[in-house]
């Protein structure tokens, strides 16, 4: 295993011990995690967006089912309603306006409501 030196000023210094001590953790594995911590967060957003497509995917496959007798209108909205409310949350505002502005340039009105 590698060790690098690296320098902090002594009121970094004493920040970064007592955060590591709030979370009952050595100073190096403190710094690892905070280091790696970006990769961990991309991981998991792509396990998510990966779920929430599946889910994507299999609530339209059940909107458009021909068999009426097995489908449930309230259910297949609200499944798409539920992935729609979960994809909104993992973005931001600048994001959103992003998508309608190219809803709006394909001729097609993005829903606001």
Do not use: C
């Given at each position: ?5 690296i ?15 709030e ?7 403190f ?6 911590a ?11 967006q ?7 995917w ?12 097995t489908?449930?209108?309230?259910a ?10 979960l ?10 306006s992003?998508?309608?502005?190219e ?5 097609i ?5």
């Amino acid at each position: 295993m590698r060790t690098f030196s690296i320098k902090f000023s002594d009121e970094q210094a004493a920040y970064i011990e007592v955060l590591a001590a709030e979370q009952g953790q050595t100073l190096s594995a403190f710094i690892r995690e905070r280091v790696f911590a970006k990769d961990e967060l991309h991981e998991l957003l792509g396990h998510m967006q990966t779920g929430l497509q599946a889910a994507i995917w299999e609530a339209s496959n059940q909107l458009h089912r021909t068999d009426k007798t097995t489908s449930d209108p309230d259910a297949n909205n609200a499944l798409m309603l539920e992935a729609v409310m979960l994809l909104r949350s993992l973005t931001n505002p600048q994001t959103v306006s992003a998508v309608h502005a190219e809803l709006r340039r394909r001729g097609i009105a993005p829903n606001h409501g």
